[in-house]
C-alpha cells in the first residue's frame, strides 16, 4: 500500500511570498503530525491532528505558519510571509489513532526561501 | 539544555564492527522511538519502546527507564548501516521530541 506523500518534493521561493505543502497520510490514518527539520537538526513537532481537528498545534513558530485538514485525510502546511529562516525540510507523518504509535513518515519537502 | 541527547554526533567505524549510539532524556515518557534517516530521504522507524529490550536482525534497542537512557546497538555493522539515527521521545502527548540525531558512517 501507499505510505505518506509530500508534495512538492522541493520549493523555492521568494522571501515574503506564501506557501503551501501538501501531505497525503496512510489511508485510514486518523493522527497526523507536521515535523520541521533544519540541517544537522532532529526534526522538532510543530502540530498535531487527529481527524480534523488540531488537538496540539503549540510547535507552531508565530502566525504565520497554520495547517489544515479539513476531511480528515489531507493536509495543507500555509506560511505567509516567507522569510529566510523557515528554510527546511517539512516533514509529515502519520499514525493509526494517534496515542503512542508508531509514526510513518513522508519523504519531506525540502523549502528554500530565498 | 535539550530534553532529548544523543551521543556520540557523529561515529565513523570500519565494517564489522559492534555500534553504540546512546540517548538520554530528560522527561518523563510513554516510549522510546528509534529512528533512521538515510541521506535525503525519509525517516524510517526502527524501534519503539517503553521497557527492556527489542532485537530487529542486527539491531537491537534496550531502555533504562529508572536511568533515563536507551541504547541502539547495530552488531556485524555494514557499509549499508550508513545513516542518522535519531532518538525520539513520546510523552503521553502524542507529538514526537527528538534529539539531535547521530551520523554513522561504515566504512568498507
Known amino acids: 500500500g501507499a505510505g505518506v506523500s509530500q508534495t512538492p518534493s522541493n520549493k523555492v521561493t521568494e522571501k515574503g511570498k506564501y506557501v503551501e505543502l501538501r501531505c497525503d497520510p496512510i489511508s485510514g490514518h486518523t493522527a497526523l503530525y507536521w515535523y520541521r527539520q533544519s540541517l544537522g537538526q532532529g526534526p522538532e513537532f510543530l502540530i498535531y491532528?487527529?481527524?480534523?481537528?488540531?488537538?496540539?498545534d503549540s510547535g507552531l513558530p508565530n502566525d504565520r505558519f497554520f495547517a489544515v485538514r479539513p476531511e480528515g485525510s489531507v493536509s495543507t502546511l500555509k506560511i505567509q510571509r516567507t522569510e529566510r529562516g523557515d528554510s527546511a525540510v517539512y516533514l509529515c507523518?502519520?499514525?493509526?489513532?494517534?496515542?503512542?504509535?508508531?509514526?510513518?513518515f513522508g519523504p519531506g519537502t525540502r523549502l528554500l526561501v530565498l | 539544555k535539550n530534553e532529548v541527547e544523543q551521543s556520540p554526533q557523529n561515529l565513523t567505524a570500519q565494517e564489522g564492527e559492534f555500534i553504540t549510539i546512546n540517548c538520554s532524556y530528560s522527561?518523563?515518557?510513554?516510549?522510546l522511538h528509534w529512528l533512521q534517516q538515510h541521506p535525503g530521504g525519509g525517516i524510517v522507524s526502527l524501534f519503539m519502546l517503553s521497557s527492556g529490550k527489542k532485537k530487529h536482525g542486527r539491531l537491537i534497542a534496550t531502555i533504562n527507564i529508572q536511568e533515563k537512557h536507551s541504547s541502539l546497538h547495530i552488531t556485524a555493522s555494514h557499509p549499508r548501516d550508513s545513516a542518522v539515527y535519531i532518538c525520539a521521545v513520546s510523552q503521553g502527548a502524542q507529538k514526537l521530541v527528538f534529539g539531535q540525531g547521530t551520523r554513522l558512517t561504515i566504512n568498507p
Open positions: 491532528f487527529q481527524g480534523t481537528g488540531a488537538a496540539d
Open positions: 507523518a502519520s499514525s493509526p489513532g494517534g496515542r503512542g504509535e508508531t509514526q510513518y
Open positions: 522527561v518523563g515518557i510513554s516510549a
